[in-house]
């Protein structure tokens, strides 16, 4: 078997040998370095696909050594031998992950690239942005390696798509553009197209969900809730304004209860079914059925000694009322039960309950 040092010239062999002596704090910066990394990803709130890392095999090393070996002065002016990749989910956080490198790194802008300018046809998997970094001996330093700050290392960032189309074109030989035949290098680039717009398209949907859940927000805030139409985001955002929370208390006082506090976001589903639209006929339920859904607590915990009551009696409540003043009956009281609790035999017991319990009650003679 034959050496990595074979056929090198002795500028390139000692260059080598400084690469074994250091490959031990290599080493250990591919293994630090993300997971730095990510812990500022996570302050940032920057949320990645995956931080990956090599070190340079001494294989690999050789090989470059062999074509071009006088171009370096001493082991410090390769730059690539510890290798970080960032994966992010939409473009727009590639520029985020730089903006992170930049205050944690020194970077050496001469020899960083962002490829993303590249404009050809058939560039769309090595759009990457190349950072070359080192450590700042303001950050970090250690005595024992001062090697630590002149050790330069790339940062490669890049999405989660144009990562899968790098992988594939090095499996097909796309990138030589000649291992392949001309009519499958054309679909290839049709497809390298189709990925672009996907990138594209993925942030501009990210970005436009972002407007609206801060316009929702707003109107929230506002009390405009009749402009807000009723989805997941709209409900996160009405319930953070505790629309129930007024009900809920004044139901907990007939029993000096604690009211345990749970999700809510179930609900969502039976208010869609119950014909809701938007945030102001949420809203109208509270105004017009709280004394209704009272009237349904006193009944039921009344004469109980609950002490713990869930925050979900009040909305609970509020349904119950509403379905049995529009006729919904038994028929309907299940499903809500089915709906919030899951399908169950018991649920028609507790159903027909119900409609018997509430049949002599103010608000269903009115």
Request: charged share 25%.
């Amino acid at each position: 078997m034959s050496s990595p040092a074979q056929n090198l010239d002795l500028h390139s062999q000692e260059l080598l040998q400084q690469y074994r002596k250091l490959l031990p704090v290599y080493k250990q910066m591919a293994d630090v370095i993300p997971e730095r990394l990510k812990e500022f990803f996570a302050e940032a709130g920057i949320i990645v696909a995956a931080v990956e890392h090599r070190v340079k095999a001494e294989d690999s090393l050789a090989g470059k050594l062999r074509l071009k070996g006088s171009k370096y002065k001493d082991i410090f002016d390769i730059t690539d031998l510890v290798g970080i990749r960032v994966i992010t989910f939409y473009i727009d956080d590639v520029d985020k992950v730089a903006s992170v490198l930049e205050r944690l790194f020194d970077i050496d802008w001469d020899n960083s690239i962002d490829k993303r300018k590249a404009h050809e046809t058939d560039s769309f998997g090595y759009l990457s942005l190349h950072y070359i970094c080192s450590i700042p001996e303001k950050s970090y330093s250690d005595p024992e390696h001062p090697e630590l700050n002149k050790i330069r290392f790339e940062v490669q960032m890049r999405t989660v798509l144009q990562h899968a189309w790098a992988n594939m074109n090095h499996d097909t030989g796309y990138k030589s553009g000649v291992e392949i035949p001309r009519v499958y290098l054309r679909n290839l680039s049709r497809l390298a197209g189709m990925l672009e717009l996907c990138d594209d398209e993925f942030s501009r949907i990210r970005r436009e969900l972002s407007d609206y859940r801060r316009k929702v927000q707003n109107l929230v805030a506002s009390g405009n809730l009749s402009e807000v139409p009723l989805d997941g985001d709209s409900f996160r955002s009405f319930l953070a304004i505790k629309p129930f929370d007024r009900l809920t208390r004044r139901i907990a006082s007939i029993n000096q209860a604690e009211v345990q506090e749970v999700d809510l976001s179930g609900f969502l589903p039976l208010f869609i079914s119950l014909g809701f639209k938007n945030l102001g006929d949420i809203a109208a339920l509270v105004k017009d059925y709280s004394e209704a859904a009272y009237q349904i607590a006193c009944f039921q915990i009344g004469l109980s000694g609950l002490d713990i009551l869930s925050s979900s009696v009040a909305p609970q409540n509020l349904c119950t009322a509403y379905i049995l003043k529009q006729g919904g009956g038994r028929v309907g009281l299940k499903f809500m039960l089915d709906s919030l609790n899951g399908e169950s035999e018991s649920n028609g017991a507790m159903a027909d309950f119900l409609v018997e319990q509430c049949r002599e009650l103010p608000f269903m003679n009115q």
